[in-house]
């Protein structure tokens, strides 16, 4: 397996536990905050990080960057990912709200065909399989049942948003500066934001703006490494790593809320480390297989 992809396999892994660490602080912060006032002192905090590392000369390269509609575009797709994913967790429970989200790597892959032109061998079509049903497993989704409804639609459409975000950020990582990626995405997200302030802004203690700015330091960490990461790979290859995110949900869950799992969740983790596995083990013989001749 070439050391490139390894390498993206790392960062979008380490991506997904700190995306989890911000969803953690987002939960606790959504019981009594609006999620568009948390996502613009979020915003802020990622936008401040990258003028302090890039200066104006960032600034320059942002505002004459190629990739300036792709991404505005972008995060149109992020920002309704969110509304659909927080209006649906108001009535769904957060088995089958994963689980509906987890739909994800799935159109990822499939969009990675047409719109990336990567051709998608078998095994990594089995990786997103196996990982999916993991997240089936963990959540014990396959003796509840669900039917078509308004919050369902929702989680589904977020997972639909989400994918062809990601697969949009494939397109325009291989064209730009992970730096000037970033500072694009988090001004364009602040400038969303801003405008719901007037109406939904709440008084606020210094430990919620904390968290609130943690949670924008989680996010901008975890974003470099997502966008390196997605330079260095192919989509249909990280996408079955999303689902790692699931386990680091689990794990944060008993850590801050006392969630015990059951095993059911331990018997899903493990077919979704089976999914990377499969990933790993395949590049790899993909890899010497390609040396050899």
Known sequence: MQKTVSSGI???????????????SVKWLVVA????????????TIFALCLAFGGRPLVRAARHS????PLFLRNILLLAAWLCYYN???????????????????VMTILSVPILGEK???YRWLAVAVGFMGVVVACGIAAKGLTLSLPVYLALQAAVFWAIATVLLRKTALHERTQVQMAISSGFFLLFTAFAMPFVWQPISAFDLALMAGTGVFAG???FAMFEGMRRAPVSVLAPFEYTSLVWAFALGYLIWSDVPGPSVFVGAALIFSAGMIIIASERLGG??????
Do not use: H, M, N
């Not at 790392?10 to 953690?24: E, K, V």
């Not at 649906?88 to 799935?106: H, K």
């Not at 010497?288 to 001749?293: A, E, G, I, K, N």
């Open 66 to 69: 190629p990739v300036l509609k």
């Open 33 to 44: 905050l609006p999620v568009w006032q948390i996502l613009f002192v979020r915003s802020v």
């Open 120 to 122: 998608v061998p078998g």
């Open 10 to 24: 790392l960062l979008t892994s380490f991506a997904y536990f700190l995306f989890s660490l911000q969803d953690a």
């Open 288 to 293: 010497r297989f390609r040396l050899r001749t």
């Open 88 to 106: 649906a967790a108001r009535d769904l429970g957060l088995a089958e709200l994963t689980t509906l989200y987890y739909a994800s790597p799935i």
């Open 221 to 223: 960490i975890g974003q």
